[in-house]
């Protein structure tokens, strides 16, 4: 992965792991993300988002 920085901080951020909750269901799977250690905003790839959209999804089909 390419070397990240924060927007606002200009520090270079660190990977991390993070649960993501939805509709008050918690995800059994874990995403990968990037937080910045100064001002502790976390930022989330696409790829990942893509994959916390497609439970999102499949949540609210199954909430009908």
Known sequence: MPEW???K???KVIE???EVEYMGITF???FKAL???TCKNVFIP???AKKIR???D???TKAV
């Open 5 to 7: 920085y924060c927007f």
């Open 9 to 11: 901080c200009k520090e």
């Open 16 to 18: 991390i792991e993070i």
């Open 28 to 30: 059994s799977q874990k």
């Open 35 to 37: 937080k910045c250690p």
């Open 46 to 48: 696409e790829e990942e």
């Open 54 to 56: 497609m439970g999102e």
């Open 58 to 60: 499949l949540i609210e």
